[in-house]
């Protein structure tokens, strides 16, 4: 159980202290990575950026994840999708609707904070927990067509299938926490509020 975000990030970033040479990249999944994010960019002396990705939610059930699509376009669908319903029209439809919210995070966020290069460089993307796994997915994936030297998932609790899931797609994953009964990422944290747009643009500009 952590306290809060703040508290998790802090913990991460002791377990992250190996990457501080050199200047790595520290990449938020907005908006609740964001605050924990500034934190371990802080912590570590390095830049932070965001990764804009956007989960696939189930019809009539958007919390849960059948997938997850990039800024690129690229979309990765969960085996479970059909169960819950989501066929290739809804799945379209979807991808759709989450890849405008993409444009719009873009268009308010770029003025303050223009996206930063990866390329040849040491990239930690951090996300505040993995349930089903499904945006760090295609966070991962977009990051690494984008040519990073050692790329890092870093959160602080996920379900172990989402872990399993991860694990390939970076080159080091570092989880505090893997509990075997996984509900939702909100029950690990003692306080776990909603983090705004306003936020993210107030840290991005620190």
């Known amino acids: 159980m952590f306290d809060d975000r703040l508290d998790a990030a802090r913990q991460l970033a002791g377990r992250l202290g190996h990457l501080k040479p050199p200047r790595p990249l520290v990449l938020a999944i907005p908006r609740g990575a964001v605050p924990m ?83 040849d460089r040491t990239v930690i993307v951090v996300d505040d927990g993995l349930a089903t ?20 998932c870093a959160v602080p609790v996920a379900s172990p299938e989402a872990l399993a899931l991860v694990r390939p797609l970076a080159d080091e994953v570092v989880c505090l926490l893997v509990p075997d009964r996984f509900q939702a990422v909100g029950q690990f944290y003692r306080d776990f509020p909603q983090v705004s747009d306003d936020e993210v643009e107030t840290l991005l500009r620190d």
């Not at 999708?81 to 405008?100: M, N």
């Not at 796994?133 to 890092?152: D, E, I, S």
């Open 133 to 152: 796994g499904a945006t760090m997915t295609a966070a991962l994936h977009c990051l690494r067509q984008q040519q990073p030297a050692r790329l890092v």
């Open 37 to 119: 994010a500034r934190l371990i960019a802080d912590t570590l002396q390095a830049d932070l950026d965001v990764v804009l990705v956007r989960k696939l939610g189930a019809p009539g059930e958007p919390e849960v994840a059948v997938g997850a699509v990039d800024e690129s376009g690229w979309v990765w669908v969960a085996p479970h999708a059909a169960a819950f319903g989501a066929d290739p029209d809804y799945l379209a439809a979807e991808t759709a609707r989450q890849s405008g919210r993409i444009r719009d995070r873009r268009r308010r966020y770029s003025p303050i904070h223009p996206p930063l290069s990866v390329r």
